[in-house]
């Protein structure tokens, strides 16, 4: 049976719940509070392993967009990652060690992960959304959970709008996240027709070499030292 009950994290209200998965539990922050960023408050979930309260480790972190669809269904497809039962056969392997998983949900998917115009006024603050992660989601997680904050042991992950903004995010602060994995990653935004989506069509001369995505990392990209390892398929 499910347990739960409420408590407080350095003033943030928080639900603990075990919904019976072999590899953690949750912690559920419905109304995490970000003052000064672009949205005052959202809903996050950190997944903790399951030996968490019984031993004094340190675990790396896993930063996930799209929060909502992460464990549970949820989205635009009412579908789900369903990460946690994924992490629980990983760990019965031995294939990962194990590690803190932080969903991020969306406010407004479409502004928060998008840096240019793509299909009307919805976009481009993915700047401050990236603030959001970097500032305050990040280093609240680092003072209450025993993290491993170094960027080596840090990565954030996405897909579709989510893997551009993982790849973005990563790229613009790699002193915070190591890691990027960005799955079939709308690299199209700001190139390809898209007032018609889903029939995307590519804009005559649309290059991803020269778009503003790259424009906006390719100091990182160009330097080894900096550069997060990247995942992209």
Known sequence: MAESYDFLMEGQQARYHDEGHA???????NHFQTKGALYPERKIHVFLPRDYETSDRRYPVLYMNDGNTTF?????????WEVAST????????????????????????????HVPWNGPDCCELEPYTQCVADFIKPFIDRSYRSLPEPGQTMILGSSHGGLAAFYIANRRPEVFGFAGALSPSFWVGLDQAYDFPYV?????SSI????LIVAVRNTLADPRRRPKLYLD
């Open 23 to 29: 590899a953690g539990f949750f912690h559920t922050y």
């Open 72 to 80: 549970f269904k949820g989205g635009l497809a009412n579908q789900s």
């Open 87 to 114: 992490l629980s056969d990983l760990y019965e392997k031995q294939a990962i060690s194990e590690l803190i998983v932080i969903a991020i949900y969306p406010v407004d998917r479409n502004r928060e992960y998008t």
């Open 201 to 205: 069509k590519p804009s005559p001369g």
């Open 209 to 212: 070499k020269g778009s503003q």
